[in-house]
């Protein structure tokens, strides 16, 4: 049976993009999260705008409420 690709949805995200969710819905702006995570700013700005887009999303109050529903609280941040 051939590997299915999961392009979309809260599955699809990589661990990279899961910490920067997950930091965001924390609060953290992307210059504190990039901090956080030892990446420039460019890089969590370039994993947010994957994300939003797996997720069919446009914001940071979307993406908490993401974090929420499928982590059952607020990110824990790293």
């Known amino acids: 049976m051939p590997a299915t690709v999961m392009n979309s949805g809260w599955a699809s995200l990589t661990p990279a993009e899961l910490r920067v969710a997950r930091l965001v819905a924390d609060g953290l702006t992307n210059r504190a999260a990039a901090g956080v995570l030892n990446v420039s700013p460019h890089t969590v700005d370039s994993h947010l705008r994957h ?28």
């Open 51 to 78: 994300i939003f887009g797996k997720l069919q999303i446009t914001g940071r109050v979307a993406l908490a409420r993401h974090v929420l529903i499928h982590e059952g609280g607020m990110g824990k941040g790293a």
